[in-house]
Nanobody, 124 residues
Framework: QVQLVESGGGLVQAGGSLRLSCAAS????????MGWFRQAPGNERELVAA????????YYTDSVKGRFAVSRDNAKNTVYLQMNSLKPEDTAVYYC?????????????????WGQGTQVTVSS
């Protein structure tokens, strides 16, 4: 069982930055692929970024490439999402999720555990 708690969301102006954190419970954190998803009102939940067990492999959706960076610290059981050059269209609830497999999959049903979400609002 893994429990995930996100933090770091908030209100920021366009062009600004935020760093999201996701703290995980459990001793096997290093064996989980971690993903950051987001969901805006009226939209489906989409994968924004994902990171492999070791952190050596990452995935980004096209709209955030070059602006967002995902990282993890297995010693601290924490995964991060650094978001730079934020745009109003980045506004959403951001969720972290964990899956016990090794592949960086994009669909929500592949992930076993979810956090409660943190709101990110980017004003223009």
């Amino acid at each position: 069982q893994v429990q995930l708690v996100e933090s770091g969301g908030g209100l920021v102006q366009a062009g600004g930055s935020l760093r999201l954190s996701c703290a995980a419970s459990g001793r096997t954190f290093s064996r989980y692929v971690m993903g950051w998803f987001r969901q805006a009102p009226g939209n489906e939940r989409e994968l924004v970024a994902a990171i492999s067990w070791s952190g050596g492999v990452t995935y980004y959706t096209d709209s955030v490439k070059g602006r967002f960076a995902v990282s993890r610290d297995n010693a601290k059981n924490t995964v991060y999402l650094q978001m730079n050059s934020l745009k109003p269209e980045d506004t959403a609830v951001y969720y972290c999720a964990a899956r016990s497999g090794s592949s960086l999959l994009r669909y929500t049903s592949a992930y076993d555990y979810w956090g409660q979400g943190t709101q990110v609002t980017v004003s223009s």
